[in-house]
């Protein structure tokens, strides 16, 4: 585990046998442009299906405000962050959507989700 897994923390999903979507959104998420030192602005939302756990909000907040002073690009924030919480919480299934504010008349969108096998196993079978 990583020093930034320390901050998280989680409690049991109540209810473990049904599929339900959580949907987390930090509309104050900051973090450093490794190249000029300026500071990026972005929303995170946080979707996910739980599987035995649930991320506890105020861990999850502290988690994201332990970036504040990192200088990382936007896709390595993004992907850090999922394998970080993928490794705390063991979801079914989560998607990191990080939405930075515009820089140099530009914005950016990085997604990145990921599935179980057990998860997926699910969704072929359905079909």
Request: charged share 25%.
């Amino acid at each position: 585990m990583s020093e930034k897994t320390n901050l998280l923390e989680t409690f049991p999903n109540q209810y473990p046998n049904r599929d339900y979507r959580i949907v987390h959104e930090a509309p104050e998420f900051t973090s450093v442009c490794p190249k000029t030192g300026q500071p990026d602005f972005a929303t995170m939302t946080l979707e996910y299906i739980p599987n035995e756990l649930c991320i506890e909000l105020k861990s999850l907040k502290i988690y994201y405000t332990s970036f504040r002073n990192d200088g990382i690009y936007y896709e390595s924030v993004t992907n850090k962050i999922l394998e970080d919480l993928i490794e705390v919480v063991k979801p079914r299934f989560m998607r990191i959507t990080a939405e930075f504010n515009v820089r140099g008349g530009i914005s950016s969108v990085i997604e990145a989700e990921y599935e179980s096998p057990e998860f997926q196993a699910k969704l072929w079978k359905a079909e």
